[in-house]
C-alpha cells in the first residue's frame, strides 16, 4: 500500500496527471477528521462524525459556516489534507 500527498487542480496548474486512488483521510485544520462530504444542493455538508456535520455555503457566500457557532461563522481554513492510496 503506498499513500502520498495529492494536489488537485486549480486554474492555476499548467498540467494534469490522472490516477485512480482510494481516499482512506481527509483532515482540515479547523474542523478536523473528516469522514464524508456531501456535496448536493448549493451548500456542502462535512461530516466529522455519523450524525454531525457543518453546513457550509458554496454559492452565494462561500465558505460561510449555516450551522454551527462552535467552529465560527466562516470556514477560515481552505486547505484540506488528503491521504490516498493509489490502485
Same mark, same amino acid.
Given at each position: 500500500?503506498?499513500?502520498? /500527498?495529492?494536489? &488537485?487542480?486549480?486554474?492555476l496548474?499548467?498540467? &494534469?496527471? $490522472? +490516477?485512480e486512488?482510494? %481516499?482512506?483521510s481527509v483532515?482540515?485544520?479547523? %474542523?478536523?477528521r473528516?469522514i464524508k462530504i456531501?456535496?448536493?444542493?448549493?451548500?456542502?455538508? &462535512?461530516?466529522?462524525?455519523?450524525? @454531525?456535520?457543518?453546513? %457550509? $455555503?458554496a454559492? $452565494?457566500? /462561500?465558505?460561510? %459556516?449555516?450551522?454551527s @457557532?462552535s467552529f465560527g461563522q466562516y470556514?477560515?481554513d +481552505?486547505e &484540506?489534507? +488528503?491521504?490516498?492510496?493509489?490502485?
Amino acid at each position: 500500500m503506498m499513500s502520498s /500527498p495529492i494536489r &488537485f487542480a486549480t486554474d492555476l496548474d499548467k498540467e &494534469f496527471t $490522472e +490516477v485512480e486512488a482510494q %481516499i482512506l483521510s481527509v483532515h482540515n485544520a479547523q %474542523i478536523g477528521r473528516i469522514i464524508k462530504i456531501d456535496t448536493q444542493g448549493l451548500t456542502y455538508k &462535512f461530516y466529522y462524525s455519523d450524525n @454531525d456535520y457543518l453546513q %457550509i $455555503e458554496a454559492e $452565494e457566500t /462561500p465558505g460561510s %459556516i449555516e450551522n454551527s @457557532d462552535s467552529f465560527g461563522q466562516y470556514l477560515t481554513d +481552505v486547505e &484540506f489534507q +488528503v491521504e490516498i492510496d493509489l490502485i
